[in-house]
């Protein structure tokens, strides 16, 4: 069985990328098992490679990264010779997802309270993505890692880092730690391909609706009470990127943070 090593988030190599991926290393400076790596013949101090490793269980994979490559736009390349592209379709899109905020201004307003990535992720729009496309995808992911269903029956498969034996037996141990996840969505509304970001922060839902007011920040029903959304503004066309900002747990770890829910209410997909 191959194993996913690694999730990469590829961005074209220009100044705009170079300067995205200077904002996302100060956004997550304070990630204990984030690395920035730049090129050795530059000098420059200029990243171009951030790796996200995941501290347990340990040698779990895959890992994920953000580098700049030669790609005309950007693109998730999943092993194996899989990768989502960007498609963009309508552009106004949803308008309560329309962005409105920088992303140095969203750097500005989260330093130093961005303790680790819960997940990264990738919502496919369905306008584009035929059902056995779809399928297609979920099929070779999971041949490859060890992904679970969403609980409440949504299209929101995760893959949970894992080692070399849980992904032939699956995953039995319940350890804060498995991240970043990745989630994949079937998006029935969106027109666009849409990169997702959780991260967990040490603020309250009103330090984060106070940061982030209507219409820079929302919430989706139903999720009001676990994290707050942020559309940013990027030079990407057809393609939206938003950051899902956790709000602060002072009682845990909980089962979402172990896994133990997405594992034994989900079921893992093979």
Known sequence: MDRLSEITFLLPATPESSSFLGELRSLLAKVAYTDFAGSADRGDGVVDRLTLTPPQPADARPVT??????????????GAGHSIGVWGGDTTDTPSLRA???????????????????????????????????????????????????????????????????????????????????????????????????????????????????PEGITFPGLEEIFRVVPVIHPWPGLGIRFDLCYRIDDGPSDWETGEWLITEGGRIR
């Open 100 to 214: 409105s905020v920088e992303m140095t201004d969203l750097t500005r307003r989260l330093a130093g309270h961005v303790q680790r990535v819960d997940h990264t992720g990738v919502n496919v729009p369905a306008c584009a993505t035929s059902p056995e496309q779809w399928q297609d995808l979920v099929s070779a992911l999971a041949s490859a890692s060890t992904m679970y269903r969403y609980p409440t029956g949504e299209e929101w498969p995760f893959v949970l880092p894992s080692t070399s034996d849980e992904l032939v037996g699956g995953i039995r141990d319940f350890v804060v730690g498995r991240e970043p996840r990745f989630e994949l969505v079937y998006d029935q509304w969106l027109t666009q391909t849409q990169w997702q970001f959780a991260l967990w922060t040490d603020l309250t839902r009103t330090e984060l609706e106070l940061l982030f007011p209507e």
């Open 65 to 78: 990264t953000f580098q700049l490559a030669d790609v005309a736009a950007p693109e998730v390349a999943l």
